[in-house]
């Protein structure tokens, strides 16, 4: 075999004969067929043709029940020419076809069995279901049950049976077959338990041997009057939809999902699998419990932040000095600034925060603290700042804050109107912002203002401090050339999420 290079989207992509819905039919395909690898106890490869016909390895599945046969990656390699006779008899197969031809892989004997994907009328490519003899030697009633069942499945591939068009996931922690299984008959009456899915419902109180009964009316005896019951369990438990749910009784979990097992005439039986998963839940109510005090731990925290800045609101009002007072309203509001970060910290079920949101507000807030009566200033965003953890997101904060309130005060000093622009570049870690405004400029600036890096007032220094010293960054004050003051920030975020 030749070896290629491509992935499952590349070798679809070579296919322009495809539309969407085929090609969403094979990504739901492989999306679900390690449930028809597990229960053969087999390999699956999915063969397309490529744009030159040849076929070509579009996707593998291992086992995860037995021994792979396919050590490699076998993606992309295209199939060996004396194969390419039997290929095109199976495309062209109503059913599933065998192979008349025993082939050695590696140190097994392997008969390829091949059943053509179907959808909407047309094939799309083969599955093979690559089956080592020596699995199918002596086996017991386990072995037997999940060949036969994995058999059914794989029968319906040609038919447009499996996937599951109308199928519904909503767990996150769904079961596989090394988990448990159970087949079911047309009625829902248990055929076989395996050993693991019998410890499921041992965990969940059951006694009594399931072979035999409705599984339906065992999951009922098990649930008490104030357990939550979800609402697609009756048909998990019946085997009669694609679905899955969750019985919660008896301080356990079990994770349940149905696959419906059909013949040319519609269903008759069904697989459900099953899985304990009472330590995952109990560790995801350790985690919403531990994102609840984290949020409430901000929500406090943005509490007595304002009570701080109320208080130097207050203290303002009393002083007679105009100096002392001026300091004191700028101390109010770089308190607040900190407090609209927690607030929007508080929010969230995580250390992240949506900063594009925050900062909006909090540039607003800014504006009109910094505005006179008969003043108008608009300020505009480009781009976007993404997610970002309490770490980056106070102190920068604070160094656009400072930006916006002394382009104000000393770039639209005496005017009654002027426009504030901030862009955002971010990628990964890498974040510039450019601050600019239309007002008097650098030449205009008195007293080591805000638009010089040589300022020796409060917020140059928390500017200057924060870019350098918290994002290992510089900042740059230049002319705008249209007129008026442009600040350049180049920093790296210490925690960036991804965007």
């Known amino acids: 075999m030749m070896v290629g290079m491509a992935d499952f989207s590349e070798i679809l992509a070579t296919r322009p004969d495809l539309d969407d819905r085929d090609r969403e039919w094979l990504h739901h395909l492989v999306a679900d067929w390690q449930v028809v690898a597990d229960l053969s106890f087999a390999d699956l490869l999915l063969i397309m043709q490529d744009g030159n016909g040849r076929y070509v390895v579009a996707e593998q599945c291992r086992p995860s029940t037995v021994m792979t046969l396919r050590i490699e990656d076998m993606v992309g390699k295209v199939m060996p020419d004396d194969m390419a006779g039997e290929l095109d008899v199976a495309?062209?197969?109503?059913?599933?076809?065998?192979?008349?031809?025993?082939?050695?892989?590696?140190?097994?004997?392997?008969?390829?069995?091949?059943?053509?994907?179907?959808?909407?009328?047309?094939?799309?490519?083969?599955?093979?279901?690559?089956?080592?003899?020596?699995?199918?030697?002596?086996?017991?009633?386990?072995?037997?049950?999940?060949?036969?069942?994995?058999?059914?499945?794989?029968?319906?591939?040609?038919?447009?049976?499996?996937?599951?068009?109308?199928?519904?996931?909503?767990?996150?922690?769904?079961?596989?077959?090394?988990d448990g299984f159970i087949i079911l008959t047309m009625d829902g009456v248990v055929r076989y338990a395996s050993p693991n899915a019998i410890s499921c419902f041992r965990r969940l109180g059951l006694l009594t041997t399931m072979q035999g009964h409705y599984l339906s009316e065992l999951g009922v005896d098990l649930l008490h009057t104030d357990d939550q019951v979800d609402e697609q369990l009756p048909l998990v438990l019946s085997g009669k939809a694609a679905v899955d749910s969750e019985i919660s009784t008896n301080r356990s979990t079990v994770s349940v999902r149905s696959l419906?097992?059909?013949?040319?005439?519609?269903?008759?039986?069904?697989?459900?699998?099953?899985?304990?998963?009472?330590?995952?839940?109990?560790?995801?109510?350790?985690?919403?419990?531990?994102?609840?005090?984290?949020?409430?731990?901000?929500?406090?925290?943005?509490?007595?932040?304002?009570?701080?800045?109320?208080?130097?609101?207050?203290?303002a009002r009393k002083t007679e000095s105009d100096e002392v007072k001026k300091e004191l309203k700028e101390a109010q509001r770089r308190v607040q600034t900190i407090a609209m970060v927690h607030e929007g910290l508080s929010q969230t079920a995580d250390e992240?925060?949506?900063?594009?949101?925050?900062?909006?507000?909090?540039?607003?807030?800014?504006?009109?603290?910094?505005?006179?009566?008969?003043?108008?200033?608009?300020?505009?965003?480009?781009?976007?700042?993404?997610?970002m953890p309490a770490q980056d997101a106070t102190p920068l904060s604070l160094v656009l804050t400072e930006?916006?309130?002394?382009?104000?005060?000393?770039?639209?000093?005496?005017?009654?109107?002027?426009?504030?622009?901030?862009?955002?570049?971010?990628?990964?870690?890498?974040?510039?912002?450019?601050?600019?405004?239309?007002?008097?400029?650098?030449?205009?600036?008195?007293?080591?203002?805000?638009?010089?890096?040589?300022?020796?007032?409060?917020?140059?220094?928390?500017?200057?401090?924060?870019?350098?010293?918290?994002?290992?960054?510089?900042?740059r004050w230049e002319p705008r050339r249209e007129g008026g003051t442009r600040v350049v920030l180049d920093m790296t975020l210490r925690a960036a999420q991804p965007e």
Do not use: W
């Open 352 to 387: 992240i925060v949506d900063f594009d949101k925050v900062i909006a507000d909090l540039l607003k807030m800014a504006v009109d603290l910094a505005t006179m009566r008969d003043q108008h200033i608009d300020i505009n965003f480009l781009g976007k700042f993404g997610m």
């Open 403 to 475: 930006l916006i309130t002394n382009s104000i005060e000393h770039g639209f000093e005496g005017r009654g109107d002027g426009h504030i622009t901030i862009s955002a570049g971010r990628s990964g870690s890498s974040l510039n912002v450019v601050v600019e405004d239309d007002g008097a400029g650098l030449d205009a600036e008195e007293n080591g203002g805000m638009a010089r890096s040589s300022g020796s007032g409060l917020g140059t220094q928390i500017i200057n401090t924060f870019v350098t010293n918290d994002f290992g960054g510089r900042v």
């Open 260 to 315: 419906p097992l059909c013949d040319v005439n519609g269903r008759i039986g069904s697989i459900v699998l099953c899985r304990d998963v009472t330590e995952l839940r109990r560790r995801d109510r350790e985690l919403q419990t531990k994102d609840a005090a984290i949020s409430e731990i901000h929500h406090r925290v943005k509490n007595n932040l304002q009570a701080v800045s109320a208080l130097l609101r207050l203290q």
């Open 91 to 178: 495309m062209h197969s109503d059913t599933v076809f065998r192979s008349t031809v025993l082939r050695d892989v590696g140190k097994a004997t392997v008969c390829n069995v091949y059943a053509p994907v179907r959808h909407n009328g047309k094939t799309l490519g083969l599955v093979i279901r690559e089956t080592d003899m020596a699995t199918r030697e002596s086996n017991g009633r386990y072995e037997t049950e999940s060949i036969n069942a994995g058999k059914r499945l794989y029968e319906m591939i040609p038919r447009g049976q499996f996937p599951y068009s109308d199928a519904v996931m909503s767990q996150r922690h769904i079961a596989r077959v090394s």
